[in-house]
């Protein structure tokens, strides 16, 4: 879960043992061994074995770019990844590079915007379009999605000091048909300006309400023109605008 914001990070944590998912924080699998019935045997560094019918990797992933022929040509490449500027222009003037072999935000709306973009302004008589790269929204779909828009309290604490805004509450819908499942808000907003620069979320249908969020934060509003704006009741989105108080101030990091 790196690059989300820590609290909702936590929340997921505190959840996951609902949908039967047990976490080995800090430690590691030092081996793995095959027994009969294709059953897998795993022994961790606190010396613990577990056997299961599957053991699953997701160790990351890095950009495919061997056999391209880089090197030949001197496009220049870090960490596999190729090295371009905010025009998606490589180290060589009449190469460029888009999406994920450049390692910088690997989503498919992404490139296709790096896409648009390039082509328009290498052959439209316009300009290009603005793309918000900064506010890209992004998302988890798990049995508690995760959905989250510009910086998270961290990387906005760097910045300004903040007011920091949660809910955390049983939507509804999950009371009406006897879940036990939360849902959490947040949304970050600098001090001075009232500017929300983010916005998290865990819950049912969090991508759907990030998207819309995305655009509000996109758009530069305030916490005001959130506040102004009347909730739709009742649902979940609703406590977006309705989260009167901060929980708490939070002052600008070194």
Known sequence: MRGFDQELREQLLEALPKHGITVHAGISPEKIEALENETR???????????????????????????????????????????????????????????????????????????????????????????????????????????????????????????????????????????DRKAFMKLVVERESQKVVGAHMMGEAAAELMQGVAIAVTGGLTKRDFDRTIGIHPTTAEEFVTMRSPTRQVSKTA
Do not use: M
């Not at 960490?79 to 998606?88: E, F, N, P, T």
């Not at 915007?113 to 603005?130: I, M, N, Q, V, Y």
């Open 41 to 179: 045997r795993v022994s961790l560094s606190n010396g613990e074995k577990i056997e299961t019918d599957c053991v699953f990797f997701a160790t990351g992933r890095k950009p495919n770019v061997d056999g391209l022929g880089l090197d030949a040509v001197g496009v220049k490449t870090e960490k596999g990844a190729i090295v371009v500027d905010a025009q998606s222009t490589s180290s060589v003037p009449n190469i460029y590079a888009i999406g994920d072999v450049t390692d910088r935000i690997n989503l498919t709306p992404v490139a296709i915007g790096e896409g648009h973009t390039l082509a328009e302004r290498l052959f439209s008589k316009h300009p290009p379009r603005d793309w918000s790269y900064e506010t890209t929204p992004k998302a988890v779909f798990f049995s508690e999605t995760l959905a989250s828009v510009g910086l998270t309290e961290e990387e906005a604490a760097r910045q300004a000091d903040l007011e920091v805004f949660t809910a955390s509450f049983r939507p509804l819908r999950q009371t009406l048909i006897g879940r």
